[in-house]
């Protein structure tokens, strides 16, 4: 790995100083992406600028309805959070189907947003929940966000900070995964919030996409059931050792059934649980 | 750059370049060679360590990430050496939970952070765990019988 200078800020003002006046920085959030890409000689910034010490980006939150979760929370802390078990047990459970325990130690939500690889979890997530991202200079709605493979709506300069996420009546996600990589070769997130069925695939595609015809038969009937006479249209899904596109195509209208159910379970605990 | 840290409980001043993974530093300037290295890429857990308490692998760690911190390597487990192992160990000793050993660090390693967990856990629990450990010889069979074995052997010294 190619040398860098090595900056630890503790606040998120330090933090969004330092990325402006280093033309060549790259975040370090929990590095389960950076490092690696780095090892491979893929990346060399001349600094990094390490958030781990910034206390505040760490801290999960309800607030108004919504969970507030900051950016430098690891998937092991969103899987063993009591809030976000009890507010949005779908996420919960999703965090704590990522990579392995070790990785989940490590990794964070913001990196694994802000990186936007086509088949992580929590981009699914972020958009079928409607979150809201919030960054060092604005909010951005999670439709905005996820621009395409590894590309997002943040400018040079701006750093992920945390999510707004409306706290949704049912919720759930359904992986198939890569058993060697442990990414999703299919993920199927499904979220009704206010009324609103959204539905976002990821790894199906080049980004995360809400899968609109699903959606609106769900809006009609959320069941299982209501998925029956859909089909997901193969053209531009990917095609690769994995899985081929027909295949894939398959694998979201299962996922898609599954996650329905699941949100239907998840929903009725909670209702159980609030009694 | 000037870093601190605890290693096994003794603290330690060392000079590393930013660059430098915790693995290498671990290995290659300290010598802790029980901590191995096996796909260098995150996925085999041959480089499991213990830092601030919770189990990471140290191929995908900076060392400069680990200023002010903790870190436990497999040669901290057995304080007393060889003759003295730790109940983990000598749970896959009894169990022959090991063949070539490479894998075995990262596997001991593991299994403590599930058992300071959970104490108790179940053969499901024990295999969902030990997600990040790859071993190419044993079949994992003796691997969880042994985690299992050395979780009651652990609920007993305490």
């Known amino acids: 790995m190619k040398s860098f200078a090595y900056l630890k800020p503790e606040t998120t003002v330090a933090a969004a100083d330092l990325f402006s006046e280093h033309n060549d920085a790259k975040i370090l959030a929990g590095g389960m992406t950076l490092l690696p890409t780095m090892k491979q000689g893929l990346a060399a910034p001349a600094a990094i600028i390490d958030l781990s010490a910034v206390a505040a980006l760490r801290e999960i939150a309800f607030e108004e309805g919504a969970l507030v979760i900051g950016a430098m929370a690891r998937h092991y802390d969103v899987a063993a959070s009591v809030l976000v078990q009890t507010h949005i047990p779908g996420l919960a459970l999703l965090a704590g189907q990522i990579g392995d325990p070790q990785v989940r130690h490590r990794g964070t939500i913001g990196g694994s947003v802000a990186n936007n690889d086509p088949a992580a979890d929590y981009p699914a997530a972020i958009l079928a929940l409607d979150a809201t991202v919030v960054t060092t200079r604005r909010t951005v709605a999670a439709a905005a966000f996820f621009v395409d493979m590894f590309e997002t709506a943040l400018e040079p300069g701006e750093i992920v900070t945390g999510f707004r996420i409306p706290v949704p009546e049912m919720a759930a996600y359904a992986k198939f995964r890569s058993p060697a990589s442990r990414y999703a070769i299919v993920g199927v997130f499904v979220a009704q919030t206010a009324g609103k069925v959204r539905v976002a695939v990821t790894g199906a595609a080049s980004s995360v996409f809400r899968a609109l015809d699903v959606e609106a038969a769900l809006q009609e009937r959320f069941d299982p059931d209501a998925l029956n006479r859909v089909s997901m249209d193969p053209s531009g899904l990917n095609s690769d050792i994995h899985a081929d596109r027909d295949y894939r195509a398959n694998l979201v209208m299962v996922m898609a059934r599954r996650a329905v159910s699941a949100a239907l379970q998840n929903a009725g605990q909670g209702a159980t649980k609030g009694q | ?158």
């Open chain 2, 1 to 158: 750059m000037e870093i601190n840290l605890a290693i096994n409980k003794h603290p330690i001043s060392v000079s590393v370049d930013p660059a430098t993974l915790l693995v290498e530093l671990l290995r290659e300037q300290l010598s802790f060679t029980g901590t191995h290295v096996g796909c260098d890429t995150s996925q085999c857990g041959a480089c499991l360590v213990h830092f601030n308490g919770e189990s990471v692998k140290s191929c995908t760690m900076l060392a400069v990430s680990a200023d002010g911190g903790s870190v436990m390597t497999v040669e901290g487990l057995s304080v007393a050496g060889r003759a003295n192992l730790h109940p983990m160990q000598q749970a896959f000793h009894e169990n022959h939970g090991l063949q070539c050993g490479f894998c075995t660090p990262g596997m001991l390693m593991s299994a403590v952070d599930l058992v300071g967990r959970n104490p108790d856990p179940t053969e499901t629990e024990v295999r969902g765990w030990l997600e990040g450990n790859l071993c190419r010889c044993t079949g994992y069979h003796n691997i969880v019988k042994s985690v299992i074995a050395g979780a009651a052997a652990m609920r007993d010294a305490k």
